[in-house]
Structure formats: structure tokens, C-alpha cells
């Protein structure tokens, strides 16, 4: 059974860093995208960061580049994702996204197969 599970959310205060990590559990995902999304309250998932494969690119948002940071740990299996500069307009659930469909490209939520709970990333004064 896989399963992913997010940690390191938090309140932050505007400025403020938060690092979040996914441990996925139940398959390597070493050979497949995985990623960073998030959503915030009456709005649609959108892509923050991710990569496809071991050596492959990393892709960000315009609105976290410079900022954020996404990272993989191939023998943990464990994605992570450095959040400095945040603004309250980060405020949101953050959710980790594994094993991206062929046909859908990075960025696009409903291609991905395998999804964790979401961490509350709230950035407020």
C-alpha cells in the first residue's frame, strides 16, 4: 500500500522559512515524478514544485521562484521543500503529489496517482 505523509507545516509569520517533507512509503518512486502542490480556501490545487527522475529537472512556479526550494532524497524516498521569504499569500494546505501519468505534464494535479493528507502552511502576523 503506498502511502505519503507530510510533515513540517506550521504558522509562520510573513519572512519567515518552514521546511515541509513527504515520506512515501510502499514503492520507490526514484523513476517518477514527484511534486509539491497546494491549495488554498475556495481556490483550485496549483503546482509549487517538483521533478520528474533521479538527474531530471526541477521546476517551480513563478510565484516561488527564488524562494522555495524542492529537493529529493532517493534513498529515503523523501521529497522535501525549503520555504523561505513566505508571504501571506503562501498561506495554504500544501499537498505531495507521487507518480505523475505519462500524458499530463508536471504541473497538472489530476496527473498524478498517489496524493498525501496535506500540511496546513498558514503565514500570518
Known amino acids: 500500500q503506498v502511502q505519503l505523509e507530510e510533515s513540517g507545516g506550521g504558522l509562520v509569520q510573513p519572512g519567515g522559512s518552514l521546511r515541509l517533507s513527504c515520506v512515501a512509503s510502499?514503492?520507490?518512486?526514484?523513476?517518477?515524478?514527484m511534486a509539491w502542490f497546494r491549495q488554498a480556501p475556495g481556490k483550485e490545487r496549483t503546482f509549487v514544485a517538483g521533478?520528474?527522475?533521479?538527474?531530471?529537472?526541477?521546476y517551480y512556479a513563478d510565484s516561488v521562484k527564488g524562494r522555495f526550494s524542492f529537493s529529493r532524497d532517493y534513498a529515503k524516498n523523501t521529497v522535501f521543500l525549503q520555504m523561505n521569504t513566505l508571504k501571506p499569500e503562501d498561506t495554504a494546505v500544501y499537498y505531495c503529489?507521487?507518480?505523475?501519468?505519462?500524458?499530463?505534464?508536471?504541473?497538472?494535479?489530476?496527473?498524478?496517482?498517489?496524493w498525501g493528507q496535506g500540511t496546513q502552511v498558514t503565514v500570518s502576523s
Open positions: 503529489a507521487a507518480d505523475q501519468k505519462s500524458e499530463y505534464s508536471i504541473a497538472t494535479a489530476t496527473g498524478y496517482n498517489y
Open positions: 521533478s520528474k527522475w533521479r538527474g531530471g529537472s526541477t
Open positions: 510502499g514503492r520507490s518512486f526514484s523513476s517518477n515524478a
